[in-house]
């Protein structure tokens, strides 16, 4: 390819390229009327969703922290209860058993005797009282 032919070659692809860019030059022209309208909305859009942030969300937050708060304390509050009553079934339970076990031992005869008693001595009435 001589020189010459190269040189034509590359001209065409620069005049080829010039009327690339004028139509984009053209297209952009066109569409900056638009892009100035959506930055215009989005700016707008933007302005009102810190609006909202500040007057509805932020507020609606602070609630919410101040309500999970006092879950909080009301959770702590029934764990510190569950936490006493599970420690006094542990104490009750064993001397429930012993109850139970000692219930076992009295036998038919055992009562017929107490009710015999016309006066059965203090004990005995606390226990039957009971």
């Keep these: 390819m001589s020189a010459k032919t190269r040189?034509?070659?590359?001209?065409?692809?620069?005049?080829?390229t010039e009327q690339q860019v004028v139509?984009?030059?053209?297209?952009?022209?066109?569409?900056?009327?638009?892009?100035?309208?959506?930055?215009?909305?989005?700016?707008?859009?933007?302005?009102?969703?810190?609006?909202?942030?500040?007057?509805?969300?932020?507020?609606?937050?602070?609630v919410v922290d101040a309500d999970v708060k006092k879950a909080e304390a009301a959770a702590a509050a029934a764990n510190a209860i569950k936490t006493e009553c599970e420690?006094?079934?542990?104490?009750?339970?064993p001397i429930l058993n012993s109850a139970i076990a000692a219930l076992d031992t009295i036998k038919a005869a055992d009562i017929k005797l107490v009710q015999s008693f016309?006066?059965?001595?203090?004990?005995?009435?606390?226990?039957m009282e009971a």
Excluded: S
Excluded at 7 to 16: A, D, I, S, T
């Design 7 to 16: 040189y034509e070659v590359g001209l065409e692809k620069l005049r080829f």
């Design 118 to 127: 016309k006066n059965p001595p203090g004990a005995i009435k606390l226990v």
């Design 23 to 62: 139509v984009m030059q053209d297209e952009l022209t066109a569409l900056k009327p638009t892009l100035i309208k959506t930055v215009a909305e989005t700016e707008a859009l933007l302005a009102t969703v810190a609006k909202e942030k500040t007057e509805v969300v932020e507020p609606k937050k602070a």
């Design 87 to 93: 420690e006094g079934l542990a104490e009750a339970i």
